[in-house]
Each structure stands twice: as C-alpha cells, then as structure tokens.
C-alpha cells in the first residue's frame, strides 16, 4: 500500500512533481495531474496548500527538525590512536593533531617518571596505538619491555629526545658528589622538557610523525606546531626577562630534574639532595649539605610533588631555607594542567622564592 497522500497529509512530502516522496516507498512517485498511488484523496489541492500558512509552517518544521543527510563529500576520520609515556608529550601531541588524535598517557602528573609500574589497562592501550611517544635517554626504563609484550607490529615508537643537545657532565650538580651510577651518567640527563626550547625539538618529531601517518592533515598539523611555537617563544621571553631581575639565583635541588630549566633561565644549582633515584643521602652527606646551605646562605631548596617530602623539610628546619615544591609533570600541581602552564608556574614559583628575603 503506498501512503503518499497520507504522508502529505502529515506534513512529510519533500519534493515537487515527478520526484521520490522522501520517507515512502521507493518505487511510489507521485503524479500532481494524476496520481499513480490509490488512497484517500487530499482534503484540499496541491496549490492551495502551496498558498496555505500551515503548510508553509509545517515545511519550515520540517528542514529544521528532520535528521540531516549523510555527507559524500569526505568520509569520517578516525582519530589516530596515541599512546604517550608522560603528561607533556600528551599535552604536545594534542595541541598538534587536535580532533584529529586520540592520545592516552600513560603517566598522570603524580606518578615518579622513573619508577613507574605499567598496569593491565597500559598494555592494552598500547596493542590499540599506532603511535607511541616517549623521551628517550633512559628515562622511560620500563617502556621497552612493554612495547615488546604488547606485541604490536604496527605500533611506531618515536622517540623525541633526538637532536636534543643534552647535559651530560653532572659534577657540578652534585657539589663534587658525582658517582658512577648515577641515573643520568648514560646517556645524559633525561629531564629535556623543562628547557622550552627541547620541547620545540620534541614537537617537531611529533609533528613528524602525524603527517607520516596522516598526511591528508599536513597543513593543519604544520599550522598547529606554528602557533603552539609562537606562544612558546613568548612565554620564555617572559620568563627569561623575570629571572634576569634576580640578584641571587641559587637553589638546592632535590634530585637532578632541574639543570635544562636551569640552564635556559640563569639559575644556578647549588647542590643536590638525592643524586640517585631511590636511594637516600648517608647522615654524613646529610650534615655536609646542611654546613654548606648554612656557609653559603642558601635560601630555597626546590623539591617536587612526585617525590617525598621529608628530606626538604628536613633541611629546611636545620637551616631555616624555604621549601617550594615544583612538579616536573603537568597536572602535578594546582594550576599546571598544560606545559605552558607548567613551565610558567615552576620559574615564577622559583624566582617569587629566590627573591624573598
């Protein structure tokens, strides 16, 4: 049974003369001389409902209302499955695809770098990624064995350390402490991220890679680093004209995560507490640092929302140095949900310390 008439009754007829009723049966077609379908006969002619204020309402209704068609001009675009080792090269991965990515990392902002213990949900994540981004430089020591139980022939793992010039001689780091198995004698340190102008070199790869894998995106992804780059390059000339106001630069660091921030700002650290991940000063270090903070008047000890607090405040009470806790990851802290974020809120917090009396 064909129900062209009732349908135009309803409302429902989108087309004129000749032409298929949207929402009837294919093969009916309605003829306004004479109808080939058989039913009820419209209560009143077709011009008059072309003249009639109802009609005309219920038509607007319906283009407002009715489900939109399909578009054949480009198909959908699934976004590119990523998977990052730490928040920042989330954060960098996502200002360069935009809708165009999907990016999981797999380290929040409280997590140790380091010592971090991949879960179940980690390796699935990783089996379903086209593309995983890590730093590189033995930062990630866990990382390795995961790609390779995950098992995933198709996964490209990228890594954005490369080109970085890195810091290798840590000496002075260490305030002549330098031991031969310190976590960042090979290879040299892997904080790279908290210089900005690494993180250019790191979204470049980045970038790299996204087009490699998407290249229908190109221009869209070379215009997103662009932009992403021009407000970094202002952010660190901000900073910079900031701490350059400071007449003492000197910290105590709580590990080595700090020398490429220091490095770029004109900071200069002092000494390090715990130069090697997971273990701890002897007494007889502990007292040494303390107559040096103490000779030197040393004002701010910087340690970080990843690690324990206990040794800062340690010193802190022996010597009357202020505390301030930094995060080396975004999200760590209150207010450093993006790098920018991040990198702006540590020197400010660093350089408004330094500069109390």
């Not at 959908?76 to 080792?85: G, K």
């Not at 995060?327 to 917090?349: A, C, F, H, I, K």
């Amino acid at each position: 049974m064909c129900y062209a008439n009732r349908t135009f009754a309803a409302g429902q007829a989108r087309q004129r003369s000749g032409k298929t009723v949207w929402g009837a049966p294919a093969a009916c077609h309605v003829d306004m001389v004479e109808p080939e379908c058989y039913g009820p006969q419209p209560m009143f002619s077709i011009d008059q409902a072309k003249r009639s204020p109802v009609s005309i309402a219920l038509s607007t209704l319906l283009v407002l209302f009715s489900p939109a068609l399909p578009s054949s001009a480009e198909p959908a675009h699934n976004p590119i499955n990523i998977v990052v080792t730490i928040p920042v090269l989330k954060d960098l991965a996502e200002q360069v695809g935009g809708p165009h990515v999907r990016v999981k990392s797999l380290l929040s902002g409280y997590e140790n770098e380091h010592t971090y213990a991949p879960k179940p949900t980690d390796l699935v994540a990783v089996r379903k990624a086209q593309l995983l981004f890590e730093i590189g430089t033995g930062l990630e020591v866990w990382a390795a064995s995961l790609v390779k139980n995950a098992g995933s022939p198709s996964l490209r793992v990228v890594t954005t350390s490369q080109g970085v010039d890195l810091i290798r001689d840590h000496s002075d780091l260490h305030h002549n402490e330098h031991q031969e198995n310190d976590e960042h004698a090979s290879g040299g340190n892997p904080h790279i991220w908290l210089d900005p102008e690494n993180v250019a070199i790191m979204m470049r790869h980045i970038t790299a890679a996204l087009i490699e894998i998407d290249p229908a995106h190109t221009e869209t992804y070379r215009n997103n680093q662009a932009a992403y780059l021009q407000r970094l390059d202002r952010l660190r000339d901000e900073l910079s004209d900031r701490v350059k106001s400071l007449s003492d630069r000197r910290f105590v660091a709580h590990h080595p995560a700090w020398p490429y921030m220091a490095r770029r700002f004109g900071f200069e650290i002092a000494a390090t507490i715990q130069v090697q991940t997971g273990t701890e000063p002897s007494a007889i270090q502990l007292q040494s640092l303390i107559a040096k903070i103490r000779k030197d008047r040393l004002k701010v000890v910087v340690s970080e929302i990843q690690l324990s607090q206990k040794l800062p405040h340690l010193l802190a009470k022996e010597t009357k140095a202020r505390v301030v806790v930094l995060t080396t990851l975004p999200g760590g802290l209150p207010g450093t949900e993006s790098y920018l974020d991040m990198l702006r809120y540590n020197v400010l917090q660093l350089a408004n310390a330094l500069e109390t009396p």
